[in-house]
């Protein structure tokens, strides 16, 4: 891979952090916002409540498409870091084309019920319900673009390093 095109890769990962970010910020805000208008103002407020919903949905799915590296996903993989390179590649594929074809399958389903959703609105922000779920589109077409892209690796050799649990952190 080229250095300029790594280095936008790497561009564009940081801004999804700072995405992330803002949005977890946001979403504590409106936190604190909610605790406050309840137990000192003796206020209602669901639109902080339907804030704080809407938005973890979000940092998960967004969190999951463009922060979250393969190596830092959880997962049991007990018998892949007992595979030798070639076996570990071929569970690695058998895994990718499921998660592909399961996805891809079920994508204009997906999207069809999406669209479908402009006709209701949030309660309180009133905000049409195919913008706040159109984050699972996003999702499902990052993940399908991740596997295909580490299925491509795996078929030209690049084979992933063996999990080292001495080695495991928090992704920093």
Do not use: C
């Not at 399958?105 to 905000?127: G, H, Q, R, W």
């Not at 984050?135 to 992933?160: K, M, N, P």
């Amino acid at each position: 891979m080229s250095p300029s095109l790594r280095a936008m890769g790497a561009w564009l990962y940081r801004r999804a952090e700072n995405v992330l970010a803002l949005m977890l910020a946001t979403m504590f805000f409106a936190f604190l916002v909610q605790v406050f208008f309840r137990y000192v103002l003796s206020w209602p407020s669901g639109w902080s409540s339907e804030l704080s919903s809407v938005l973890w949905i979000w940092i998960v799915l967004w969190g999951a498409a463009f922060v979250v590296r393969e190596e830092e996903e959880m997962r049991f993989d007990l018998l892949l870091s007992a595979a030798g390179p070639r076996v570990r590649g071929a569970m690695f594929l058998i895994t990718a084309v499921s998660i592909v074809l399961l996805y891809g399958i079920s994508f204009p389903a997906v999207v069809d019920y999406v669209t479908f959703m402009k006709v209701e609105k949030s309660s309180y922000l009133n905000i049409r319900m195919d913008w706040l779920y159109s984050i699972y589109i996003v999702f499902v077409v990052a993940i399908i673009v991740r596997y295909v892209w580490l299925s491509w690796r795996v078929l030209r050799g690049h084979d992933r390093d063996r999990y080292d649990p001495t080695k495991a952190g928090s992704g920093v």
